[in-house]
């Protein structure tokens, strides 16, 4: 499709908003940036428009940080199961109803949102982890793969893990751009991400910059448990608009 003033406009402010709330807590530009997407362009075009900003910003998350050997030697099956699956997600992504796939991607959103609400925790033993690295993995590189949601169950499984801030942070910029990086190829072999769609989504990287720099200063005046609440409520929200708008359109 051809975008229009408003459509720019539209995806220069979602990743502008992105970007800050990822500025401010580390985390959160896919997840908001694919949610506000999703709702007004619809889902093929929401994880097509996501790449590059995505993929860039995690990029610079998952190099800094200093601990990027010792995630390899911990999560290499994690995170190698995660990318290899998202072929999976994106073959079943292109044979199902994409108003279905919106749904699911809403319901991924509220679990999202009511775990990260409920502070719901978990520590995972090495046993327990060697068992479930390669799972959690393999399902959420599925998900990715039909809905362009790289958190559920990923980002639940490395916070189980009782890593740090910096490297837990770490560890979920690798997770993401792998898995975007993944998608990417996977949506052009599907000829889901058109030259259009690159240049749109290249279009948000700048503001999705923007963003992140506006949101680290922020940071020093607000409190981050209070903006979390409401990045995970906003999660919660919006994953509930999706599927009660895709259920009135039948």
Known sequence: MMYDISGIFIITLTFLVAGTVKGVIGLGLPTISLAILTVIFGL???MALLIVP???????QALSGGYT?????????????AACSVFLGASIFMQVDPSSLSTFLGVLLMVYGLVNLANFSFLLNSRQVIV?????????????????SMVVPGVMFLQALGLHRDMLVQAMGMLFTLSTGVLALAMYEGSLLTLELGAMSSLG????????????????????????????LSNLLIGAYIIVSNQLAY
């Open 205 to 232: 990287l700048v503001p999705a910059l923007v963003g992140m720099a506006l949101g680290q200063r922020i940071r020093k005046s607000l409190s981050e448990a209070v903006f979390r609440r409401v990045f995970f």
């Open 69 to 81: 050997s010792i995630i390899l030697r911990r999560l290499y099956i994690f995170l190698l199961a």
């Open 44 to 46: 093929p075009e929401g």
């Open 132 to 148: 479930l690295a390669p799972l959690a993995g393999a399902l959420n590189g599925i998900f990715t793969g039909m809905t362009g």
């Open 54 to 60: 995505s993929f860039l910003t995690n990029l610079w």
